[in-house]
């Protein structure tokens, strides 16, 4: 008679690690940082409160997707790569291509003759102190219709690097168009 009431805590016990043990490993897995969530996009997200009211700057294209980039003093040959890869991106859209404008951020030092020598004429707007601190190394930033700057891509030294980041760049422009509800 004794050994039944053993053998009903052994199942309860049992049964009890069944549900409790993944729960646990779960909980331990993620405290110890050893998951990495599958992230699709290339680009790296850009904080939530950051947008073009609070650098205090006009959205220079309302209810459009847009790709920014400050043109520096000198336009070096990095520069010249992601100026390309900015155009050849645009033009990769397709279709797309009327929800989505290329911005170039001017300053009062800002190496315009390199707009003119690659032919660019995508819309330019001048920018202040606060949105040239966001854009102190160089990045291409998509910007949401609202306002809001979304996803960021480094500057890159290479052409071969700057085309892959192009590709990476319409890859998530792509999602977000499909995904978005405005522009």
Known sequence: MN??????NKTLFILLLAFVLPVAAAKLVLSLDLYHGGATNKGA???????????????PKPHLWQMVYLLPANCAQQCQDSLYVLKQS?????????RVSP???????????????????FETV?????????FANQPVIIVDPLGSLVMQ???????????SQGKAMIADLRKM???????
């Open 177 to 183: 168009l499909k995904l978005s509800r405005v522009g």
């Open 3 to 8: 050994s039944q009431p053993k053998r009903s």
């Open 45 to 59: 997200l850009l904080d939530t409160h950051l947008t073009y009211e609070a650098l205090e700057i006009e959205n």
């Open 126 to 134: 001048n920018a202040n102190n606060k949105i040239a601190s966001v």
């Open 90 to 98: 645009y033009i990769a859209l397709g279709r797309d291509r009327d």
């Open 153 to 163: 891509y480094d500057s890159v030294a290479g052409r071969d690097a700057s085309i």
């Open 103 to 121: 911005v170039i951020l001017l300053q009062p030092d800002s190496d315009t003759q390199a707009l003119e020598q690659l032919q660019i004429q």
